[in-house]
């Protein structure tokens, strides 16, 4: 059966939420009525009867990831500003969303991120200038989303929430085990193709996590005229499927609430709606300008919440940090920041032709003739400049 | 562009006397998906109301009872949704065949279908090629009422990435679907709905030897001549097709030998097989429904002066609908082309020079 029966929709009614301890009413489907938090700001572990706190050792390597994620949003902001890259959505601030959607995945599973999701799909595995591709400008896309399972990175809203539904029901028709992870921001929600991927996620029953980061701001416009809803999570019970809110700066939280959610899609308990609760510490872009719709003071209670600082106090707390820990994170964030710097630095060559090569499987003979002119006026171009050299301001003289 | 003489003519009712039954364009289809999907077992096919009730015009009738509810079946009423779950079902190795119910219903869809299932392959350098196949009852001449009849080809057509085929006889409708869904590239396969109970003999078993052993000339990409003549060239496609055809008939009496060229295609657009009717000809109308302003018939239009100024003995003329929204039952013979409308610009080619 491809789509839900009367059956397993009671069955789906009556499912224990993410993380509960015994079935009760539909209600069972509402989110916390509170983040799940398992570290507090200030770096103290809070016990959660539902969610066991990750052992240390995953907390430490996350960590590590962690560090190098901000390293990462860091370094591409910098880039953007040297002029090596068009643009850059930070994620910074959310590095801990980012980590966690990565590494509760497995090889066989798939990530669907969007443009800010950029630590994530680094995290999966992708080459960083893979990634960078996109924001430097060479491509509209720079991986192969097969060699690590992780979809483009979407620009429009909400539209890869519906493709990770579709990869994930090829999945299960097939009998594969696959999990997919979709993310999406708060603004997202407000858009028909959200409504679309989680109702279609339901009712075929196919095992989805969608993960939605609410930094509280879509560009400038805050969650209040996106949505009234008491958390973005509570909108799981409308389609019959579990919600969930956790701490988005709290990566151990993040961990425990979306590795069940996952464990619980591959295991046949259907999709399910996580809801990150963060903050977007920068502008949406470099070419934002956020003093425009919130002040200094706003950005700055977010502060004391930082994910990678709560972890750091946490595992120095516990002596499964120590400064030579620190240290060795912090050369491996180097090592791959300047990688990125390196490679960026480097002029790539665009390759014109290639604008019709991959528009369909085979040019047709209209792309053929367009993409001779092309060739043509290059070459008459570098024919051209090989007799006279010009200063290329010709094109402006009256 | 040196070849100029074997523009594929259509195969005639004596040429298939041999079949020994008729078949009407929406049974060819029902063959074409059925076939298809014995032959393929990614090939799945899903829509509104496509599972049980076989779609509203049966297109897709018998398919879930012979193939199951996994490879034909319905979906929540959400056109985005659709599209949206085909491109992703495409991209994990299914080859999805989805039903747009009618032309207009298909604008929920459009995002999906213009940002994602045209330019993936794009984005991704060839790595990601979805083949998907949008089905869509198109075009009106059904009495239908509003947002049940329009012609929305060009949306379609302006679109880079996407394959756009309009068939207009039983045999394509069977063979451009079959091509359609085993092309690597996104099809939108617009199925004029005034045709789907035209009738033709064409035995659909045979029908499927030819195509299933590459005996089938390819489609995609190529213009046929419906009709042979020497005076003029109609361009046209899909459901204009039987009327620029009666319009050719009726000029036969009147002594004027008239070609009609029926593309198929509309993207690719075959240039070779058009133009070389028209530098022969010296005179060509295109006939279409969509209103004709920035209109695949524009583009022809254009296309044909471009290349043929030097053969053309008149301006090319268009016969297609106004630049109106679609007419209610009632008014829409005042609005489609007609036999007299194609005949009256047909006239209208400076012959007299």
Redesign the interface.
Not at chain 1, 161 to 171: E, N, S, T
Not at chain 1, 357 to 361: N, R
């Given at each position: 059966?491809?789509?839900a029966t009367n059956e397993d929709r009671g069955r789906l009614m009556g499912e224990m939420p993410i993380g509960a301890t015994e079935p009760t009413a539909d209600t069972a489907l509402l989110p916390s009525s509170t983040p799940v938090q398992l570290i507090d700001a200030d770096g103290r572990h809070v016990h959660d009867d539902r969610y066991p706190l990750p052992d240390g050792e995953s907390l430490l390597s996350a960590y590590g990831r962690l560090v190098t994620g901000r390293r990462i949003n860091d370094q591409a902001n910098a880039l953007v500003r040297q002029g090596r890259m068009a643009v850059y959505p930070s994620s910074h601030g959310q590095e801990a969303c980012q980590v966690a959607a990565a590494v509760v995945l497995d090889d066989q599973d798939w990530l669907f991120p969007t443009y800010r999701d950029t630590v994530a799909v680094i995290t999966r595995g992708v080459d960083p200038l893979e990634v960078l591709t996109l924001l430097r400008g060479d491509?509209?896309?720079g991986y192969?989303?097969?060699e690590h399972r992780v979809?483009?990175q979407a620009t429009?809203l909400a539209?890869q929430?519906?493709?990770?539904?579709?990869?994930?029901?090829?999945?299960k028709?097939?009998g594969e085990s696959t999990v997919v992870l979709a993310m999406c921001g708060d603004g997202a929600t407000s858009e028909?193709?959200f409504h679309?991927?989680l109702?279609?996620a339901a009712?075929f029953h196919v095992p989805v996590v969608f993960f939605i980061q609410n930094n509280e701001f879509a560009i400038s416009v805050p969650l209040k005229h996106q949505s009234v809803a008491p958390s973005l999570a509570h909108k799981a019970i409308g389609y019959g499927m579990p919600g969930e809110r956790v701490d988005g700066n709290d990566l151990a939280a993040l961990l425990s609430v979306l590795g069940i959610a996952v464990d619980r899609a591959r295991d046949g308990g259907g999709p399910s709606l996580i809801e990150a609760h963060t903050y977007r510490m920068q502008a949406h872009t470099n070419a934002d300008d956020a003093t425009r719709y919130r002040s200094a003071d706003d950005v700055e209670r977010w502060v004391p919440r930082d994910p990678v600082l709560r972890m750091r106090t946490y595992l120095t707390a516990l002596n499964l940090l120590d400064g030579d820990g620190e240290r060795s994170f912090s050369d491996q964030a180097d090592s791959i920041a300047a990688a990125i710097r390196n490679g960026l630095n480097l002029e790539v060559e665009v390759n014109p032709a290639?604008l019709f090569?991959?528009?369909?499987?085979e040019k047709?003979?209209?792309l053929r003739e367009q993409a001779e002119q092309l060739r043509e006026e290059l070459a008459r171009d570098a024919a051209g400049a090989g007799e006279q050299p010009g200063d290329g301001t010709e094109g402006d003289t009256p | 562009m040196t070849q100029t003489t074997d523009a594929p003519v259509r195969e005639t009712t004596a040429a298939a006397s041999r079949s020994t039954s008729t078949s009407t364009f929406a049974k060819a289809l029902n063959a074409a998906l059925a076939d298809a999907m014995e032959a393929d077992a990614s090939v799945l096919m899903f829509g509104e109301d496509v599972g049980v009730l076989g779609g509203v015009f049966r297109i897709t009738d018998g398919l879930t009872a012979r193939f199951g509810e996994e490879r034909c079946f319905d979906t929540p009423l959400a056109e985005a949704g659709i599209m949206g779950m085909a491109v992703g079902m495409a991209m994990n190795g299914m080859k999805p065949v989805v039903e747009m119910q009618f032309d207009a219903f298909a604008y929920p869809a459009f995002e999906q279908v213009v940002s994602h299932v045209a330019k993936m392959a794009n984005r991704t350098r060839g790595k990601v090629r979805l083949p998907i196949v949008i089905r869509i009852p198109y075009a009106g001449g059904i009495g239908g009422v509003e947002h049940h009849c329009d012609s929305s080809e060009a949306y379609y057509a302006h679109t880079p990435g996407l394959t756009v085929l309009a068939p207009a006889t039983v045999r394509d409708a069977y063979v451009m679907l079959r091509e359609a869904i085993a092309s690597p590239d996104p099809v939108v396969f617009l199925e004029p709905k005034k045709l789907y109970w035209s009738k033709e003999d064409v035995d659909l078993a045979e029908l499927r030897r030819t195509y299933d052993e590459g005996e089938a000339p390819r489609r995609i990409g190529r213009a046929v001549v419906a009709r042979a003549g020497a005076d003029a060239t109609l361009i046209t496609y899909g459901p204009s097709v039987p009327t620029a055809l009666a319009a050719a008939a009726a000029a036969a009496e009147e002594g004027r030998s008239i070609e009609v060229i029926d593309l198929r295609s509309i993207v690719p657009f075959d240039d070779e097989t058009v133009c070389e009717s028209v530098r022969r000809t010296g005179r060509a109308v295109v006939v279409a429904e969509a209103p004709g302003f920035a209109s695949v018939a524009s583009e022809i239009v254009a296309r044909v002066q471009e290349r043929c100024f030097h053969s053309l003995a008149a301006p090319v003329l268009r016969v297609t609908g106004f630049d109106i929204p679609y007419p209610s039952p009632k008014l829409e013979h005042f609005h489609l082309p007609s036999v007299d409308r194609i005949l009256d610009a047909v006239d209208s080619l400076q012959w007299e020079d």
């Open positions: 059966m491809s789509t491509w509209h896309g192969d989303p097969y979809a483009t429009p539209t929430l519906l493709h990770a539904v579709g990869v994930a029901h090829a999945a028709l097939r028909g193709d679309e991927a109702n279609f009712v290639e090569e991959y528009v369909y499987a047709t003979s209209q | -």
